[in-house]
């Protein structure tokens, strides 16, 4: 049997090739939107540039070059040089590391926080529902932007900093999200099953209720990322982010602005692979929004 | 449920957000790492100086009874002094909101009035090129950074076309020509009837509120293809295309018609959001809005500023909220009664 038979089998033998098979059919279904595809390439390569930026980058990121200050584009410089003399192709490849490190920690700690909070929520009901979500709405009745900034001004300026003021700011609609889903599974039968075979509320939260409730969370999450690039090169841009001789993109565009009218590739470049990479984890989410949430359609 | 009861559930939790709202921006206060006293004392201050101090500040008190303390100052409008301009921080407020206003709502009107055709027309042409056009150009100004594009804009419009005026709100010689009413620099214009001023108050207006514009476009233009699709799907399309109605009247008087209602709840939310874009906004544009103020007293580390700022930013944006939900339970009568 092929591979392909195999994944696509209508009878499967495990649980492991059904799982398989459904993620492969998912895979299918993804493949066919030419928008997601070009997001996914996007997204991959952000990967592998940041994987492999000491090795594409021609020059190292922090090299000043007094005497090649504000190159144009050439040769030597794909990208033009910045104040320095720094290669900004270099900073930029170097970045991406920075980018992908900022959107990993931001959704690996927002997103199971916020899916916790919503799952308690829904399942426990009663009092731990109404303040668990009164405290969200509080969250939510903040535009994020200014909640970050906010958090920003009392935490000190600085990269940490900033992710966390962005991870405090994201959980509430996920946790909404969350609730949602849970809520709707409050009286389902295989709930009532696994209380009365013992289960205890923690097993059940996360056991049973986690599980379901996770692809609408990852939709979420995932369409979410471009968000959370924008408002980290926001604060980098303010200069409450990450601060200057990191090759941080959005503080990079905000050291450009003092060139802009003569040397606009200092600020251009580095905006640009904002706008590219952002647009990237855009047309995935869509893409991968259609795919695990038919609803959304 | 009587209307009576539904409308004190409304106000109570009404009030717990405003609470919720206030909590916030005190426990952020709390935690920064500046010490109110030795602000106010000076780090050459005795020991004796600085414990009077903190006793006047109220800071020996218990947390529960200071932020008792900032609830009853807030709700009589007392938001502290800022340390930068060593005025209170609503009268600043006061001044600076009319020209974000101002911003925000010209770009909203610009968003809406391309966000709604263009979102009519994807979803007419489901499928086919001007959908993937128009679903592009909304993924786009979703992922653009807003503060790139508008320096982007600058340079091109400003430095090298020369068709937009420079940063800033108005032209330095006619800075305060116009004696402020309303604080919207173009109703103010008008009222004095001072052309002149009111065409450069526009023409400095015309970038930033066509950048911000783009954003609200985005949500606008896609939140209206996915209503409208669902409606073009609905058993009365059929029944109006079947007693051959023209086209066009199907679909902008009895679809756009069935997602009037919330479409208005999507419009108010766009405004909202602007709120947020506009602080990058204005810092690109050297406007003199609330935005700017915001990131002035960050950088500035004048916490009454920016608490204020932030409290009253929350509040305008429950504010609307609210508008979007009320107008919701008026236009549509299926949710009165």
């Not at chain 1, 900004?88 to 959704?107: D, F, P, Y």
């Not at chain 1, 199971?112 to 529902?129: C, E």
């Not at chain 2, 007293?297 to 932030?310: C, F, K, Q, R």
Request: charge should be neutral; aromatic fraction near 8%.
């Amino acid at each position: 049997m092929s591979a392909r038979g195999w994944l696509l089998s209508d009878a499967p033998t495990s649980r492991w090739q059904a799982r398989a098979g459904r993620a492969y059919a998912g895979w299918l279904a993804l493949s066919r939107n030419r928008l997601a595809m070009v997001g996914l390439a996007i997204v991959g390569g952000l990967v592998v540039v940041a994987a492999l930026a000491p090795w594409l980058a021609p020059y190292p990121p922090d090299l000043a070059d007094l005497g090649a200050r504000l190159r144009p584009p050439s040769a030597a410089h794909w990208l033009g040089t910045d104040e320095m003399g720094r290669d900004i192709l270099s900073r930029l490849l170097h970045g991406a590391r920075l980018t992908l490190w900022i959107v990993a920690v931001v959704a690996v700690t927002a997103a199971p926080a916020g899916l916790v909070i919503g799952t308690v929520a829904g399942q426990a009901g009663g009092w731990l529902d109404t303040v668990l979500m009164r405290l969200t709405d509080v969250f939510l009745a903040f535009p994020k932007l200014i909640l970050a900034l906010a958090f920003v001004a009392a935490l000190g300026p600085g990269i940490e900093n900033a992710v966390l003021a962005i991870a405090l700011t994201s959980w509430p609609p996920y946790a909404r999200v969350a609730r949602a889903e849970a809520l709707t599974l409050r009286h389902a039968d295989y709930i009532a099953a696994a209380r009365l075979y013992g289960a205890s509320p923690a097993r059940i939260v996360l056991g049973h209720v986690v599980p379901m409730c996770l692809p609408s969370v990852v939709v979420r999450v995932s369409l979410d990322m471009a968000g959370m690039i924008l408002a980290a090169a926001g604060l980098g841009f303010l200069g409450l982010g990450a601060q200057p001789p990191m090759p941080e993109w959005g503080a990079m565009v905000s050291t450009g602005r003092r060139f802009i009218l003569e040397q606009w590739w200092v600020a251009a470049m580095p905006g640009l692979a904002i706008f590219t990479v952002s647009l990237g984890f855009n047309l995935l989410g869509d893409g991968l929004r259609d795919v695990l949430d038919p609803r959304g359609r | 449920m009587t209307r009576s009861s539904r409308l004190a559930g409304w106000l109570l939790s009404l009030a717990l957000t405003a609470l919720g709202l206030m909590l916030v921006t005190f426990l952020i206060g709390r935690v920064m790492p500046i010490d109110p006293v030795l602000a106010a004392v000076g780090d050459r201050a005795g020991a004796d100086v600085y414990d009077r101090v903190r006793v006047e500040l109220g800071l020996d008190q218990p947390l529960w009874r200071q932020f008792l303390t900032y609830v009853g100052q807030v709700a009589r409008g007392d938001l502290g002094h800022s340390t930068l301009t060593a005025r209170p921080v609503l009268e600043d407020i006061a001044r600076v909101f009319p020209a974000t206003l101002e911003l925000a709502t010209c770009a909203m009107l610009i968003g809406t009035a391309l966000g709604i055709p263009a979102g009519v027309l994807a979803a007419t042409q489901g499928g086919r090129w001007p959908d993937h056009v128009v679903r592009v150009i909304g993924l786009a100004g979703y992922s653009v950074p807003i503060f790139w594009l508008g320096l982007m804009a600058l340079l091109l419009f400003y430095a090298r076309l020369d068709w937009a005026p420079g940063p800033g709100r108005i032209s330095a010689h006619f800075e305060g020509v116009v004696e402020p009413v309303t604080g919207l620099i173009l109703i103010d214009a008008l009222l004095a009837g001072e052309t002149e001023v009111f065409r450069d108050a526009l023409a400095h207006l015309a970038l930033p509120a066509l950048v911000l514009g783009l954003f609200s476009m985005a949500y606008v233009s896609r939140m209206t293809r996915g209503l409208m699709l669902e409606q073009l799907g609905q058993d009365h399309i059929v029944t109006a295309r079947a007693k051959g109605l023209s086209e066009a009247r199907v679909v902008w008087r009895h679809a756009l018609g069935n997602v009037a209602v919330p479409l208005v709840t999507v419009v108010a939310l766009s405004w909202a959001n602007l709120l947020e874009g506009s602080v990058l906004t204005e810092t690109v544009f050297a406007w003199p809005g609330l935005g700017l103020y915001l990131t002035n007293s960050l950088l500035g580390a004048d916490m009454n500023a920016v608490l204020g700022g932030t409290l009253v930013v929350g509040a305008i944006f429950v504010g609307l909220n609210l508008l979007s939900d009320l107008l919701y339970r008026l236009l549509d009568p299926r949710a009165a009664g």
